[in-house]
């Protein structure tokens, strides 16, 4: 419900009052373009984040972060990948707005219809990677938000990032705000989905302190690709925005779904009914369970009644898990089960390297098995074969794993070399590339 913005008038008075004492009280707490922790540096006009090549926007992400702050009609223009908020932006007043915020190379924009009353404030932070590793640091809901904790629909949430959301209930974000968010119609400027989901079974999604709920209703996306927009609508006790996926209507049916070990090979089997307008399978594999990717696909038979399928795949010893990506002709697609493989053949030096290709925050996996024990040393080796980074690892005979830290690494093709202490590569050079 709108209360009459003349009854808030001198409240607003107060609160801007407020914030503008705190910005003098606070211009210690920045330093160029960088706002510290407990600092705050406001805006009431219109301000071109883009107009000085080579400024880096940013605030201190912490339990109490900084803020830029804009005063009810201010904005911030010029936006992009290379210009935008890395950290928080705080809103105060009751006109519709757009978050520029990103990581400071990426820009994941977020729009917020016009809140009910001028005294309401909302803070707003874009955070790449796995809402459960990389941590939302504001009070009080910092922590883990993880991906396996949700609701119906939902049948997955997206590991590529989340939006840090506050709220000014209670004087949360400064004295004599408000606000719960309950109503607001929300838009983001998603990453690319297309290996995620289909944009009709796309759906906004909030953390409400337990679980991942939908905020979105049927088709709420415009696209899966690189900066479509996403839509939804807030309810109040949200602390978190994130990208789920619900399941896909597809007329076929997925009657077995089984995989075993074959000749130290995987062998997948699989029955189907009503494929009419199935297009094609991917078969998508993990390490960990976690993070999949495709190896190989089959076209579908399309017949009504359905068909069986057998493919045989190389598998590194230990265990494997499989699912399949089941694409309609029209671009939707759901997944299967997921189903494991224990391989305990021996067998040459191989080497894996995984997620592939890599996002955000997340490390690059290496997976491999040797009969090698000993010190070896990976290379990592950029697009013109400059070496970028260079480490020492134990290495037993059998399987091994780890992991290297790449968000440092600009986004490209990169490969992967493991050397021995003779000098002979264990398995062979590996490519990724990092998104």
């Known amino acids: 419900m709108y209360v009459p ?3 808030d008038l001198k409240f607003m008075k107060l609160v801007i009052i407020n914030i503008i004492t705190s910005f003098f009280l606070f211009e210690g707490l920045s330093q160029g373009n960088k706002v510290f922790s407990g600092g705050e540096m406001a805006n009431n006009d219109v301000v071109d984040i883009s107009a000085v090549n080579g400024i ?6 912490a339990a109490i972060p900084g803020y830029f702050s804009v005063l009810n009609n ?3 223009i ?10 928080y932006i705080k809103k105060y007043g009751n006109t519709a707005f757009i978050f520029p915020v990103g990581n400071g190379i990426d820009l994941r924009a977020i729009e917020i219809s016009a809140p009910a009353l001028i005294t309401d404030a909302y803070a707003v932070a874009w955070i790449s990677g796995n809402p459960g590793l990389n941590l939302d640091p504001t009070s009080p809901n910092a922590g883990p ?8 629909p939902l049948v997955e949430v997206s590991s590529i990032g989340q939006w840090d959301w506050q709220v000014g209930q209670g004087s949360n974000l400064g004295n004599g705000t408000t606000g719960t968010g309950e109503g607001l119609m929300i838009s983001v400027s998603i990453p690319d989905m297309t290996s995620f989901g289909s944009k009709n079974n796309l759906r906004l999604v909030g953390w409400d302190g337990n679980k991942w709920v939908n905020l979105s209703k049927s088709s709420p996306a415009n696209g899966n690709t690189e900066n479509s927009i996403l839509r939804g609508t807030m309810i109040a006790g949200i602390t978190a925005i994130g990208i789920g996926r619900v399941e896909s209507a597809l007329s076929l049916k997925l009657e077995e779904f089984l995989a075993f070990s074959s000749d130290c090979n995987a062998t997948l089997k699989w029955i189907t009914s009503g494929e009419s307008t199935t297009e094609r399978f991917i078969i998508e594999r993990s390490f960990d369970a976690v993070h999949f990717q495709a190896i190989d696909s089959l076209l579908a038979s399309g017949f009504s009644f359905g068909s069986q399928y057998t493919i045989t795949l190389v598998q590194p010893i230990g265990v494997a898990y499989y699912r399949l990506k089941i ?10 089960p997921m189903v494991s493989c224990q391989n305990n053949c021996k067998i040459n030096d191989a080497i894996l390297v995984y997620p592939n290709p890599v996002s955000g925050f997340d490390p690059i996996n290496v997976r491999f098995t040797t009969s090698f024990t000993g010190d070896a040393e990976y290379v990592v080796f950029n697009s013109i074969g400059q070496r970028i980074i260079t480490n020492t690892v134990d290495v037993k005979s059998g399987q091994n794993h780890f992991s290297i830290p790449i ?3 600009s986004a490209g093709t990169y490969f992967i070399i493991l050397l021995k202490q003779d000098g002979n590569l264990i398995g062979g050079m590996q490519k990724f590339i990092k998104q």
Do not use: V
């Open 78 to 87: 010029g936006c992009s990948d290379s210009a935008n908020i890395d950290g």
């Open 327 to 336: 694409k309609d002709m029209d671009g939707s697609f759901a997944y299967s």
């Open 56 to 61: 880096f926007w940013s605030t201190e992400r």
């Open 145 to 152: 938000h993880s991906i396996y904790s949700f609701s119906p």
């Open 5 to 7: 913005i003349n009854c």
């Open 74 to 76: 201010a904005s911030y």
């Open 407 to 409: 968000e440092y690494l």
